[in-house]
């Protein structure tokens, strides 16, 4: 990707409204635009992190035996009906009429049309268990939307739903959810710690938030801190072993951890002093486990092994991406900017070319061509002038940004002049300072040189394959007169 032909539209300075970390550095970077209250475009930038941590969460779902599909976002009332809820939702629904006067509404969740598709679908008890899922867009009219898209009114989820046939099998599947969300986050870079939760209006009588520590969280939560050195379930973790879903399940809830809702003093108490953790927290998944809520009056039933009709056990499992995205910001900043963990970073690799013409770019695409790597993410970016660059090591063997052969401004014709008198060619290297990595050549003194000399704008990506990677946008600040201030 060529940074001159991307869409980059970054900001000087945060809007005033932006009141938390993730909303202004988000607005600053050109990742989102609001459009309405609570309502944001997503940008190309946005868009790339997004669609990210869309993949892990599709991936972590697949590997648990989830079934994708995709369900429209405007529902009909009627079904919400039958399970009760149109008339206690509230005003967070958004109702609606067509042109025929039916009344509808944009879904804020799915319970009601999967227990449809599911009721015209399975009949009997070998059919099961399923768990359905889709990541579709959201909406739910917010009394006062704020910090960004952390609460907004449209929001993208990834809901799932499961079906069983009693009890002890739709546990099975809600601990088979429960390690699946731990292995999630952990991939986005994570520590997320399941909590005892209120079921709220989705119902029900089992529940957990699933909530990263922050000091910029929206609610107060209480833990113990043996959580923060807890283990995340392994990659080959057998889905189908239900013995070992629940040992997993057990370590992960056998220590106190509660929501400022659920908070219980005195078990807070019994946990000892040294051990207790209070801190902020953003919750980032949330699951439920409500039995027949929804498939006793929507007759969702299944002919069990005896013949008898019997309706089924559900639960529901949300993770909401387009959150997932100012919740790393909020857990992964500096005073610099954004700190993207490698599985969601837009590029993996920034490059700069400080040299005038097309012959470097050329061979450099023809290098990124022939990588091994085909599935490299890259940000190419030409300059025209020599500018003031900050070089950051993110590993031993990983140096951030790339230079061309022949250094450019009065530093250049300096060195150049120097090499002339001394016998060597005008293109011919500089005694030490250069480095190869995957065949492009890279000058680190002098880019530090530059960097003390004149300053600039950082209009780059950087990258690193040694387990972060940064991306901040461009900025500028005084220079205080020895080395160039971003």
């Known amino acids: 990707m060529r940074l001159s032909r991307f869409f980059l539209p970054i900001l000087r300075e945060a809007p005033k409204e932006a009141e938390i970390v993730s909303h202004r550095l988000m607005l600053r970077a050109g990742m989102i635009r609001q459009e309405a209250a609570g309502i944001y475009a997503w940008l190309p930038l946005g868009l790339r992190v997004l669609n990210k941590i869309c993949d ?25 009906r039958e399970s009760g809820r149109y008339d206690a939702y509230g005003k967070e629904m958004l109702r609606i ?11 804020p969740t799915n319970e009601e049309m999967i227990t449809e598709i599911f009721r015209a679908g399975v009949r009997s008890y070998k059919d099961l268990p399923k768990n359905l899922y889709h990541i579709q867009w959201k909406f739910r009219d917010e009394v006062r939307p704020r910090f960004g898209v952390m609460r907004s009114r449209e929001f993208l989820m990834k809901d799932a739903y499961s079906f069983d046939l009693d009890a002890d099998s739709a546990r099975v599947s809600y601990n088979r959810m429960v390690v699946a969300y731990l292995r999630t986050f952990a991939r986005l870079g ?17 529940s957990h938030e699933f909530i990263i520590l922050a000091k910029t969280g929206e609610s107060a939560v209480f833990c113990h801190k043996d959580f923060l050195d807890f283990e995340t379930p392994a990659e080959d973790v057998d889905f189908q072993d239900p013995a070992a879903l629940q040992a997993i399940v057990d ?26 953790v209070s801190a902020r927290g953003i919750e980032v998944g949330h699951i439920f486990y409500f039995g027949t809520k929804y498939s006793e009056p929507m007759k ?17 499992y949300g993770i909401g991406p387009s959150r997932l995205a100012a919740a790393i910001i909020e857990a992964s900043h500096d005073e610099a900017g954004i700190i993207w963990p490698d599985a969601v970073a ?34 190419l970016r030409r300059h025209r002038r020599a500018p003031g660059l900050e070089i950051r090591h993110h590993g031993p063997d990983r140096p951030a940004v790339a230079s061309c052969r022949r250094a450019q401004g009065t530093e250049g014709r300096r060195r150049r002049a120097q090499a002339a008198r001394r016998g060597r060619g005008p293109d011919a290297e500089p005694r030490g300072g250069f480095e190869r990595d995957r065949g492009l050549r890279r000058q680190a003194p002098l880019f530090l040189r530059h960097a003390r ?25 005084e ?8």
């Not at 370590?251 to 051990?275: G, N, Q």
């Not at 209009?459 to 901040?472: H, I, N, P, V």
Request: aromatic share 6%; glycine share 8%; hydrophobic share 40%.
């Open 300 to 316: 969702a039933v299944v002919a069990g092994p005896d013949g008898a009709m019997a309706p089924v056990h559900m639960g529901s």
């Open 190 to 206: 994570m520590k997320a710690i399941p909590m005892r939760a209120d079921t709220g209006p989705i119902g029900g009588d089992l």
């Open 56 to 80: 892990v969460v599709r991936e972590e779902q697949n590997r648990a035996g989830a079934i994708e599909l995709l369900m429209p976002t405007i529902q009909l009332a009627d079904l919400w």
């Open 97 to 107: 009429k067509d042109r025929h006067e039916r009344e509808m509404l944009f879904g």
């Open 453 to 477: 000399r004149q300053p600039g704008i950082r209009d780059f990506l950087e990258a690193s394959s040694a387990g972060t990677t940064s991306w901040r946008p461009a900025r500028r600040r």
């Open 251 to 276: 370590k992960w809830t056998s220590l106190y951890a509660a929501t400022e809702e659920m908070h219980d003093e005195a078990a807070f108490a019994a946990v000892p002093e040294e051990a207790r």
């Open 346 to 379: 837009p590029f993996r690799v920034g490059l700069v070319n400080l040299r005038p013409g097309r012959g470097l770019r050329r061979r450099l695409r023809r290098s990124l061509r022939q990588a091994p790597d085909r599935r490299r993410r890259c940000a």
């Open 479 to 486: 220079h205080d007169g020895s080395r160039a201030c971003y």
